[in-house]
């Protein structure tokens, strides 16, 4: 472990501070990007950080930047940045007060946010009660719907038996979807167009849950076949106060990855998100619900239907920080420390329009990853243009996590002063060395769907489709 600096205690002179349990060192179980976002709202804050990481990451962008550094284990993430036990130590040993777990990895485990809690350090994230809810799909819509969320039609519940789901999709009609209870980011899914392949189909569906799950629980609904991907950002301080930081589009995504998200929305008006926003928010603070989180719902024909609930901070969540000008992971940290939420929902007024466009080592044709040596970087920059990255020249990308290498995020005061910037910055990004998705980005900001903002779920793949055959 480095020692590199020692930050004065911010709370010395805050009278608030007798109340609420100060963090003073966050150990930051994650990498990359989003490892780098945590470290700098904490130095914002006069909070003192420790990377973990990998053998594979040692000349890794957050661990050269945070204040100290323990290797956890060789670069398989079972064996790194899942092992509880190395990051609970990493933690004991750093003196560490609190945990921040990122996406992805550990951030939505409910027995690991139970054993960090129960070693006496701050969980930075959701109630682990509410994180295993959510990641139970039939807890979650059964919740979901308690609470005055609007659903897809389907079962009440899990579907035991073949002739049960028969009995909801007569019901409920053709074409229904069967997805699995353990499932999310679609695997374990089948669409149903009719009675005749409903057996084989669940029979695929229940054998691919039970392999990547190990739980075949099923539950059905109603298909809905061309929708748009729109997700809320909710904020709770886990008693009974929550807010909505309006909408995400996300309907942009190819294999269940997304690649290009905005805020807000370009089909939602003030008027329905507002209402929306207000349901959100209510089943929020009725949930007791603490931290960041994201309800996620398909729109089609005007209508909002809930699908699921992220209980973590997401990638996509900078186009809600450049719209509303709120910090999340200041506002995670703040909550964790058990202060109310800054702002109030009056507080909360958007402005503008801001783009994220995801850039991953990966051909931008063929989608083959591209790790290896960066051997030259140039980041974009100027008026509202924010990168989220952890590369800098000379560095080796390694080929054993996600291809995402860096965010980019535009802000404009309108969708069309946001995209002409956005085709400004795409022309100053520089990575050399690797395959990127630079001129997939740049591509698809000539597309006049996009340009427009008419696109549904399902455009991408159907665009990429095309492009092979041209
Ligand atoms: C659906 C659906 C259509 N109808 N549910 C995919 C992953 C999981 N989060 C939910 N998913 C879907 N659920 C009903 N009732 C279509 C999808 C879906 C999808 C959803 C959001 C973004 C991209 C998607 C791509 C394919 C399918």
């Known amino acids: 472990m480095r020692i590199r600096s020692s930050l004065t205690n911010r709370w ?31 130095h914002e804050m006069g909070i003192e950080t420790v990377a973990v990481h990998s053998t594979a990451d040692a000349d890794a962008m957050h661990v050269r930047l945070a204040d100290h550094a323990i290797c956890i284990g060789p670069p398989p993430a079972g064996q790194s940045y899942l092992n509880h036990a190395a990051i609970i130590s990493a933690a004991e040993i750093s003196g560490a007060d609190a945990i921040h777990p990122g996406y992805g990895f550990l951030s ?73 209870a353990a499932g999310g ?30 739980d075949d629980t099923m539950y059905v609904e109603k298909y809905l076949g061309n929708p748009r991907h729109i997700e809320f950002q909710v904020f709770g301080d886990g008693n009974g106060n929550a807010i909505h930081l309006g909408e995400r589009d996300c309907s942009l995504q ?15 008006t003030p008027e329905e998100r507002d209402r929306m926003g207000s349901i959100v928010s209510k089943a929020m603070a009725d949930m007791g619900y603490r931290g960041a989180g994201t309800i996620e719902f398909l729109w089609e024909d005007g209508e909002f239907y809930f699908i699921e609930m992220n209980t973590r901070l997401q990638v996509e969540h900078p186009v809600t920080e450049m719209v509303t000008g709120v910090d999340l992971v200041r506002e995670q940290i703040r909550v964790a420390e058990g ?30 990853p591209s790790p ?44 069309e002063k946001c995209m002409m910037r956005l085709r400004r910055a795409l022309e100053e990004m520089v990575i050399e060395g690797v395959k ?4 997939l980005h740049q591509e698809l900001l000539r597309e006049p769907d ?14 990429l489709a095309k492009r092979e055959t041209d």
């Open 12 to 42: 010395s002179s805050l009278p608030e501070a007798r109340a609420a349990m100060p963090i003073t060192r966050i150990l930051i179980a994650n990498r990359g990007e989003i490892a780098l976002r945590i470290h700098r709202a904490a």
């Open 108 to 180: 939505e485990n409910a027995q690991f946010a139970e054993i960090v809690e129960s070693h006496d350090i701050a969980w930075i994230g959701p109630k682990p009660e509410h994180i295993r809810t959510m990641g139970d799909k039939v807890a979650a819509k059964k919740t979901a719907g308690d609470l005055g969320l609007p659903l897809v039609p389907g079962s009440a519940g899990a579907v035991e038996t073949m002739d049960e789901i028969r009995a909801v999709a007569d019901e409920i009609g053709y074409p229904v979807i069967a997805k699995a």
């Open 185 to 214: 980011g679609g695997r374990g899914m089948q669409v149903i167009t009719g009675p005749e392949k409903l057996e084989e189909l669940v029979t695929q569906a229940k054998n691919e849950a039970q392999s990547a799950f190990g």
């Open 254 to 268: 190819r294999r269940h990855q997304k690649v290009f998200e905005e805020a807000p929305s370009p089909v939602i």
């Open 339 to 368: 202060h109310p939420l800054s702002v109030t929902q009056d507080e909360i007024e958007l402005h503008g329009h801001a783009i994220e466009c995801r850039i991953n080592a990966e051909d931008p044709f063929t989608f083959a």
């Open 372 to 415: 290896g040596l960066v051997n030259y970087y140039h980041a974009a920059g100027g008026m509202h243009v924010r990168v989220d990255s952890g590369l800098y020249a000379g560095y080796r990308i390694p080929p054993y996590y996600d291809s995402m290498i860096a965010k980019l995020i535009v802000y404009g005061s309108s969708r």
């Open 436 to 439: 990127h998705s630079v001129p």
């Open 450 to 463: 996009v340009i427009s903002g008419d696109y549904t779920i399902k455009w991408l793949e159907e665009w």
